[in-house]
Structures are given as structure tokens and as C-alpha cells.
């Protein structure tokens, strides 16, 4: 796709085997059901680079930003640099976007690269509240995972004073969206999703593509969801069907400590039940995953509550054993995964 946009075109005019989400829209022309952004993003490194250039290492990028953007916002809010250096531990290596970042697959790029912007909007508001600059980030990150845009009134009530500027500032994403989908699909509000050739007919979308007959089974999965147990080693193997965000994360539990009368935190967690909601609706689970990867939309919230519980909260040792099981969980799926191909299905 970014080679594409490069060569002046919305389309592309192959129709690979392994991508099912295409769209054939005129003769060899099919269209990318995928949010623009990360395609985008990546026009400089095919520049640069060639188009042969590897998606795998644009992801290990945006995985690295990601925890250098968040260890900016633990020391901009914290002020003390152990607790700084503990969630660069935890963005790093005690969650799923470990794995997410090392895998590069255009399912997983672009709720990377969504994660990587909306972050870029939090640290804006809190260090210089530069609300133009928090309309773009967020407008990117919109445009690379459409359910980011319900984090906007997370944004929009702490601005305050400053609302018409955060305005101005999403407005170039939110139109160009709308135009992009107008060209591929002659309607400003068709995504796409539901033009997928034969998608209406897979089981897992019985009830369409978005239905709260799915919010159940997609709740099993985030929370009860178990590893594979074998008679042989490696005994236990994660599986490509989910797992349970208490084992992947369970060092998440302090993003939930924190004073809910304050404006910021208890708009948080708004935001984070806005997104679940609305991913736990769609029909499809994240297969193949590590871990539950829908909930990864909301994690930059999840990782601003856990800095702001740490900045009135010294570091004990039940922080360091929940961030240390976190990270074992973590190494164990990326080991198995990506270094010995052991996964069920």
C-alpha cells in the first residue's frame, strides 16, 4: 500500500493468496480495507530504502518509540527515574506489545502504530498541552485503528479552554479518511470491512461484523482464557487463540488504584471502557494472537493510569514481582512463538 501511495495510487494491483481483506473495486484494482497510516508512515523508508524494505523492522521501530515515548511521560509525570526505569520495563517487556512489535503483520501494524500516536497525544497534553499537536497525534492514530477515536473526550473535557484548536488539529485526519473512503468506495462512511468478499458468511460473524451477541465470548477470552497444557515439553504452550489479560498483564490491576475523582483518571477509564465495548463487539477474536491483541487498543490509557498511581506511590516489592511475572508470561510467548514455532491453535 505504501508503495502505492508513493506511485499516486489509492489501490493496489495485486490480490496476494494469504490477504483475504481485499476489495476488488475496478480490473486489477483492490482496495486495502486497512486504516492509511501505517502505509504512510512507511513512504520514507521505501525512499529510502527500497520497496523490499522489511515491515518486521518498521514494527521493532514503532515498538521501540513506544517505550521511549512512554518512558518520557512516567519522568515528565513521576519526576524519579527508578519509577521511570519500571515502566520502560513494563511497556518494554511486561505486556502483549512485545510480541505485536515483533511480528510486523499488517493486523498488527497498525494497532502499533495507533498505540505509538496516542500516546505521543497523552505526553502532549500533559507536558505542554499543545492542543493542535493532540488533534494531529490522535488524528493518526485514528487513521491507523478507527476505534481510537473514542478516546476524544478523554482529550476534549481536559483541554478545556483549548477545544477549538484540538478541533483543528484531528480535522485534516478525520476529513482525509472520509475522502479516502469516498474514492475507494464512492461513500464517505463505507470502511470496507463489510465489502470483504464472503465475510458475512465465516460463523464467527453470524450476527454481522459488530453485535452485542459477541460481547460475551470476546469477554471469556480477555479474562479466562488458559494456555494449551501437553503431556510433552515444553508442557505448556500459549495458543493462537488468546490468553487471559490477568496473565499476560497482571501487573495491570495498579492502573486501577487510583483516585477516580480525579478529572483525568476517571476520563481514562471511560476511554477504556468505551474502546472495550466497542471491540468486544466485533465478531472476529484477534486470531492468530498472543494474548487477547484487541485490548492492546486501550493500553496507552492502562499505562498513564500506572504512572499516575506511581507518582503518589512508592515502589514495593509486590510492584516488582507482578511486573517480573508479567515479563516471564511475555518472553515465554515471544520465545515460543516467534524462536520455536510452538504454538496450538
Same mark, same amino acid.
Given at each position: 500500500?505504501?508503495?502505492?501511495?508513493?506511485?499516486?495510487?489509492?489501490?493496489?494491483?495485486?490480490?496476494?493468496? $494469504?490477504?483475504?481483506?481485499?476489495?476488488?473495486?475496478?480490473?486489477?484494482?483492490?482496495?486495502?480495507?486497512? +486504516?492509511?497510516?501505517?502505509?504512510?508512515?512507511?513512504? +520514507?523508508?521505501?525512499?529510502?530504502?527500497?520497496?523490499?524494505?522489511?515491515?518486521?523492522?518498521?514494527?521493532?521501530?514503532?515498538?521501540?518509540? @513506544?517505550?521511549?515515548?512512554?518512558?518520557?511521560?512516567?519522568?515528565?509525570?513521576? *519526576?524519579?527515574?527508578?519509577?521511570?526505569?519500571? @515502566?520502560?520495563?513494563?511497556?518494554?517487556?511486561?505486556?502483549?506489545?512485545?510480541?505485536?512489535?515483533?511480528?510486523?503483520?499488517?493486523?498488527?501494524?497498525?494497532?502499533?502504530?495507533?498505540?505509538?500516536?496516542?500516546?505521543?497525544?497523552?505526553?502532549?497534553?500533559?507536558?505542554?498541552?499543545?492542543? %493542535?499537536?493532540?488533534?494531529?497525534?490522535?488524528?493518526?492514530?485514528?487513521?491507523?485503528?478507527?476505534?481510537?477515536?473514542?478516546?476524544?473526550?478523554?482529550?476534549?473535557?481536559?483541554?478545556?479552554?483549548?477545544?477549538?484548536?484540538?478541533?483543528?488539529?484531528?480535522?485534516?485526519?478525520?476529513s482525509f479518511y472520509l475522502f479516502?473512503? &469516498?474514492?475507494? &468506495?464512492?461513500?464517505?462512511?463505507?470502511?470496507?470491512?463489510?465489502?470483504?468478499?464472503?465475510?458475512?458468511?465465516?460463523?464467527?460473524?453470524?450476527?454481522g461484523i459488530i453485535s452485542p451477541?459477541?460481547?460475551?465470548?470476546?469477554?471469556?477470552?480477555?479474562?479466562?482464557?488458559? +494456555?494449551?497444557?501437553?503431556?510433552?515439553?515444553?508442557?505448556?504452550?500459549?495458543? $493462537?487463540?488468546?490468553?487471559?489479560?490477568?496473565?499476560?498483564?497482571? %501487573?495491570?490491576?495498579?492502573?486501577?488504584?487510583?483516585?477516580?475523582?480525579? *478529572?483525568?483518571?476517571?476520563?481514562?477509564?471511560?476511554?477504556?471502557?468505551?474502546?472495550?465495548?466497542? %471491540?468486544?463487539?466485533?465478531?472476529?477474536?484477534?486470531?492468530?494472537?498472543?494474548?487477547?491483541?484487541?485490548?492492546?487498543?486501550?493500553?496507552?490509557?492502562?499505562?498513564?493510569?500506572?504512572?499516575?498511581?506511581?507518582?503518589?506511590?512508592?515502589?514495593?516489592?509486590?510492584?516488582?514481582?507482578?511486573?517480573?511475572?508479567?515479563?516471564?508470561?511475555?518472553? $515465554?510467548?515471544?520465545?515460543?512463538?516467534? *524462536?520455536?514455532g510452538i504454538v496450538a491453535p
Open positions: 500500500m505504501a508503495d502505492s501511495f508513493l506511485h499516486g495510487r489509492y489501490y493496489i494491483t495485486d490480490n496476494p493468496p $494469504w490477504l483475504s481483506e481485499l476489495i476488488l473495486i475496478a480490473r486489477d484494482k483492490f482496495a486495502v480495507v486497512y +486504516p492509511p497510516a501505517p502505509a504512510i508512515l512507511l513512504i +520514507p523508508f521505501l525512499i529510502l530504502f527500497g520497496s523490499n524494505f522489511s515491515q518486521t523492522i518498521f514494527a521493532n521501530l514503532i515498538g521501540a518509540a @513506544i517505550v521511549c515515548v512512554s518512558a518520557i511521560l512516567s519522568f515528565e509525570i513521576t *519526576k524519579n527515574k527508578l519509577k521511570t526505569l519500571y @515502566i520502560i520495563l513494563l511497556t518494554a517487556l511486561g505486556n502483549i506489545l512485545w510480541f505485536m512489535s515483533s511480528v510486523g503483520s499488517v493486523w498488527l501494524l497498525g494497532q502499533t502504530v495507533a498505540i505509538l500516536f496516542l500516546l505521543l497525544a497523552i505526553l502532549t497534553l500533559e507536558k505542554n498541552k499543545n492542543s %493542535v499537536l493532540v488533534g494531529i497525534f490522535l488524528g493518526i492514530a485514528f487513521l491507523s485503528r478507527v476505534e481510537i477515536i473514542l478516546a476524544f473526550p478523554f482529550f476534549y473535557f481536559l483541554l478545556e479552554k483549548h477545544k477549538t484548536k484540538f478541533l483543528i488539529g484531528l480535522f485534516p485526519s478525520i479516502y473512503n &469516498f474514492l475507494r &468506495f464512492g461513500n464517505f462512511f463505507q470502511t470496507g470491512y463489510s465489502l470483504i468478499p464472503g465475510v458475512l458468511q465465516e460463523p464467527w460473524y453470524s450476527n451477541f459477541y460481547i460475551l465470548r470476546n469477554l471469556k477470552i480477555m479474562f479466562t482464557s488458559l +494456555p494449551s497444557f501437553k503431556n510433552t515439553f515444553p508442557f505448556i504452550v500459549p495458543s $493462537w487463540g488468546g490468553l487471559s489479560i490477568a496473565i499476560t498483564s497482571p %501487573v495491570f490491576i495498579y492502573a486501577f488504584l487510583n483516585n477516580l475523582k480525579k *478529572k483525568e483518571i476517571y476520563l481514562s477509564i471511560i476511554s477504556i471502557i468505551a474502546i472495550l465495548f466497542l %471491540v468486544f463487539m466485533h465478531g472476529e477474536s484477534g486470531y492468530a494472537q498472543f494474548g487477547f491483541r484487541f485490548a492492546a487498543d486501550f493500553y496507552p490509557f492502562i499505562f498513564y493510569l500506572i504512572i499516575k498511581y506511581l507518582q503518589k506511590n512508592n515502589l514495593k516489592w509486590h510492584h516488582w514481582l507482578l511486573l517480573f511475572f508479567s515479563i516471564l508470561v511475555n518472553f $515465554w510467548g515471544v520465545l515460543l512463538i516467534n *524462536k520455536l
